[in-house]
């Protein structure tokens, strides 16, 4: 596709509810990142890929977060039991480089997560 | 206390003024800063990118890094409404982690 593609675009959860959160990269894009941007914040760092190998994931909040990218392409950002406090944008950004300083990074429109 | 600090504002100014926006950082191993712009309701969307100190320029807009002072600014120069977005300052070290400012709120009144 022509951008990074995120869905779905505004998720409503109740409380204790698993969700699951896609990111479609750009083609051929080898970095994919995960950032969490509460509102009024800027954006913080969750979660990296390198192809399907998950290289960093020193972000992740709890261990109620879980992402993967299994082939390479297409990555799900899993929240289990959700909790108000994860009410968020989540946004996923993929590059051509591998890392950040090579590549400029491409941000998703972000999936909108309001838990209740 | 935060490693990157930025002034939410909000910032108002008229059409064709001349907008500075600043950070902080507290982190002496940040080495690379990059400046995003965020429409509403879009993903942000990479600006400037400078690598250590000094200045660099594109268009209109104009960014510096003065390490020594660990103070980052980004100017804008005859502002347009096109330009009412929030600006993200964000800074890295090394390998993959970004680390963003909180953003500051830009409108440019026609």
């Known amino acids: 596709g022509a951008g990074v593609s995120q869905s779905p675009r505004y998720k409503v959860a109740k409380r204790g509810q698993d969700v699951a959160l896609r990111c479609d990269p750009i083609s051929g894009h080898v970095s994919l990142f995960w950032y969490q941007q509460a509102l009024g914040q800027g954006p913080e760092f969750l979660t990296y890929?390198?192809?399907?190998?998950?290289?960093?994931k020193s972000g992740l909040p709890s261990d109620r977060f879980f992402a993967e990218r299994p082939e390479g392409s297409v990555s799900t950002l899993k929240i289990q039991r959700t909790q108000q406090e994860d009410s968020a944008v989540y946004l996923c950004?993929?590059?051509?480089?591998?890392?950040?300083?090579?590549?400029?990074?491409?941000f998703g429109e972000g999936s909108r997560l309001t838990v209740l | 206390q935060k490693e990157v600090e930025q002034d939410p504002g909000p910032l108002s100014v008229p059409e064709g003024a001349i907008v500075s926006l600043n950070c902080t950082y507290s982190?002496?191993?940040?080495?690379?800063f990059m400046w995003y712009r965020q429409y509403s309701r879009k993903g942000p969307e990479l600006l400037m990118y400078?690598?250590?100190?000094g200045n660099k320029e594109d268009g209109r807009f104009t960014a510096q890094v003065d390490k020594s002072s660990k103070y980052i600014s980004l100017f804008i120069r005859d502002s347009q409404p096109s330009d009412s977005a929030t600006y993200l300052c964000a800074m890295l070290a090394s390998g993959s982690r970004l680390t963003f400012g909180e953003g500051t709120q830009l409108t440019v009144n026609p």
């Open positions: 982190n002496s191993a940040f080495q690379y």
């Open positions: 400078t690598y250590s100190s």
């Open positions: 890929f390198q192809n399907e190998a998950q290289l960093d």
């Open positions: 950004a993929s590059s051509w480089a591998s890392g950040v300083v090579t590549g400029e990074l491409f």
